[in-house]
Nanobody, 126 residues
Framework: QVQLVESGGGLVQAGGSLRLSCAASGRTFSSDAMGWFRQAPGKEREFVGCISRSGSSTYYADSVKGRFTISRDNRRNTLYLQMNSLKPEDTALYYC???????????????????WGQGTQVTVSS
């Protein structure tokens, strides 16, 4: 059974940083592309970024490019999202997701992903 558990969310002031983690189990972590998404109240789920199986390739939404960095540790079965220069509009519930068996990092549509975590809340105050 695949499980994804996000952590690291919280309340931060604008301009601050947070690092989210996603602990994965139930599959060979290095076999899958991984993604981060977010959803603010009243809005649709939004792509944040994706990383390839090996971690050598990443792809970001324009809204976070240059501020957020995705990485992964395949020995620890953990995905990360380093968020810098946070803005109030980054406030959302952040989810990690698995794209089973996928190559590359160009995946960005929620329906393309197979498994999801429960999310961790990020709130950025102005």
């Amino acid at each position: 059974q695949v499980q994804l558990v996000e952590s690291g969310g919280g309340l931060v002031q604008a301009g601050g940083s947070l690092r989210l983690s996603c602990a994965a189990s139930g599959r060979t972590f290095s076999s899958d592309a991984m993604g981060w998404f977010r959803q603010a109240p009243g809005k649709e789920r939004e792509f944040v970024g994706c990383i390839s199986r090996s971690g050598s390739s990443t792809y970001y939404a324009d809204s976070v490019k240059g501020r957020f960095t995705i990485s992964r540790d395949n020995r620890r079965n953990t995905l990360y999202l380093q968020m810098n220069s946070l803005k109030p509009e980054d406030t959302a519930l952040y989810y990690c997701a698995t794209k089973v068996g996928a190559y590359g990092s160009g995946w960005h549509i929620p329906d393309e992903f197979d498994y999801w975590g429960q999310g961790t809340q990020v709130t950025v105050s102005s």
